[in-house]
């Protein structure tokens, strides 16, 4: 029997699909599972009569690939990994090839390449996004780790993966080590803020537009047909049209207590760790969190009041105008995340393709919106791009946003209209284009109390001052640093 080209570890939904996809493209692929009966499963339902080859041993498994060998691991992120890493090096030869495809945190990805490649074998950690059907039909696809891997999987992952318009994979080296995964886990946080920004223009066209679901499914249709065409609104278009068995919407039905699986607090860690305003994806983090609370907030909901949400305006003009704040939020939660893989790129030596990642953002994935081919435009016209906000076309874009942006907010706060993603993104702009901020007089508190100097405006970046503001402190200073 003919060896298989590649092999993937791991039966559950978007093992199984990258299987068939794999498969689909000319690829023979053999399977394992931890679960034997799930491999028979596979092998005798979806993968009948295909070049899928079952396997009921690590051993058996390994033998089958052709060199060197590709094994894909499809399993739940953390201790599985290192787990089935340890179980499968033992039958690997050097150059052998091991590729996490789950969701891994990146530390763990620059850990496990480097104990990997110490071995002799290669190692690549790569994000994977789609969900279900974007496995079967053409994921985004994200890969980092050992370089000299990447010829070896190139044109399966280039195969397997979604297409932009002309054709162009969204697949492409990532960078070294975790890179790939760290990418990944930026995707995962700017889908959390989209999301919280969708569901933000949800409850302002319930709860003080008075609109149903029948006519916010109109307003996001149209709204698809324009600059916020992506998935996400797609999606949220079609939920918002689904009826329940009685007739009535479905997601009315549906408890108020979001969940998730870690990839938006990770990102929120690494922008602290690294000194980056992740704003609104932070509060899309602490949103879910807050939702989470369903019993305190029933509670609360009894004891504490606020206004009573009542517009009046012109509903038309106001929803126009909720369309510009979604857009230009949604800039800045893309503008804070290329400012976080900047920053990362620089503490962990990585080399970012930025325009390149927004391409593979472009199809396949979570986000993928219209929008982010004017990113890959911004960063192929200026690679040295410091923020997204500061490129020509999104700078006329927000400009254009601004009125209506304020508008929105102002009205939905003094509404009592919870808007937690859209008001930091307003306020992470006002805050980023506003050179003096009142951080002079905070430096000034933390050198009252803890004599940890300050610079001046008047003096050499890089002097630091300590004063004596009682005159009952000494002359000597706190040793200057930041975490």
Request: aromatic fraction near 10%; hydrophobic fraction near 40%; include cysteine.
């Amino acid at each position: 029997m003919s060896k298989a080209n590649i092999g993937l570890v791991g039966l559950a939904v978007m093992g199984e699909n990258l299987v068939l996809n794999m498969e689909s493209h000319g690829y023979t692929v053999a399977v394992y599972n931890r679960t034997t009966s799930k491999v028979d499963e596979f092998i005798n339902g979806r993968a009948k009569g295909k070049n899928i080859i079952g396997t009921h041993s690590i051993e058996e498994f390994v033998k089958s690939l052709e060199s060197p060998r590709k094994v894909m691991l499809m399993v739940k992120a953390g201790k599985p990994v290192d787990s089935f890493i340890d179980q499968v090096i033992p039958f690997l030869e050097e150059g052998d090839i091991i590729i996490d495809g789950g969701n891994s945190h990146f530390p763990d990805t620059i850990r496990r390449t480097s104990y990997v490649e110490s071995k002799g074998m290669l190692y690549i950690g790569t994000g994977v996004s789609g969900g279900e059907e974007g496995a079967l039909l053409g994921p985004s696809i994200m890969p980092g780790g050992s370089p000299k891997a990447w010829e070896f999987v190139k044109p399966i992952f280039q195969a397997i993966s979604a297409k932009v318009e002309d054709g162009t994979p969204c697949c492409d080296w990532v960078g070294e080590n975790g890179a790939g995964h760290f990418v990944k886990m930026v995707h995962n946080g700017i889908e959390y803020g989209d999301m919280q920004l969708i569901t933000e223009a949800y409850q302002i066209m319930k709860d003080l537009l008075g609109m149903n679901a029948d006519e916010m499914h109109e307003v996001l249709k149209e709204w698809n047909k324009g600059e916020l065409d992506s998935y996400l609104i797609e999606i949220t278009r079609d939920i918002l049209a689904f009826k329940d068995e009685d007739g009535s919407p479905l997601v009315d039905k549906i408890l108020d207590t979001a969940g998730q699986k870690g990839t938006g607090k990770w990102t929120g860690i690494s922008a602290l760790d690294l000194g980056v305003p992740l704003t609104l994806i932070g509060e899309a983090v602490f949103a879910r969190c807050l939702s989470a609370q369903k019993n305190e907030r029933v509670e609360a909901s009894k004891i504490l009041s606020g206004p009573t949400p009542k517009f009046e305006g012109d509903k038309i003009e106001f929803i126009k105008d909720l369309e510009k704040a979604l857009y230009a939020s949604k800039l800045v939660s893309y503008a804070q995340g290329y400012v976080l893989m900047k920053a990362a790129a620089e503490e962990y030596g990585w080399t970012l393709n930025n325009g390149g990642i927004a391409l593979m953002w472009r199809g396949g994935c979570i986000i993928r919106s219209a929008f982010l081919g004017k990113i890959k435009v911004a960063f192929d016209s200026n690679p040295n791009l410091t923020n997204l906000l500061l490129d020509p076309f999104f700078k006329s874009k927000i400009e254009e946003a601004q009125q209506s942006w304020r508008k929105v907010i102002s009205t939905a706060v003094m509404n009592g209209i919870w808007v937690p993603a859209l008001s930091t993104a307003l306020e992470y702009f006002d805050g980023f284009r506003n050179d003096r901020l009142p951080a002079n007089l905070l430096q000034a508190q933390r050198d009252y109390f803890g004599a940890h100097t300050y610079e001046r405006i008047d003096k050499p970046r890089g002097e630091f001052f300590h004063t004596n503001w009682t005159g009952r402190g000494g002359e000597t200073a706190s040793t200057t640093y930041d975490v």
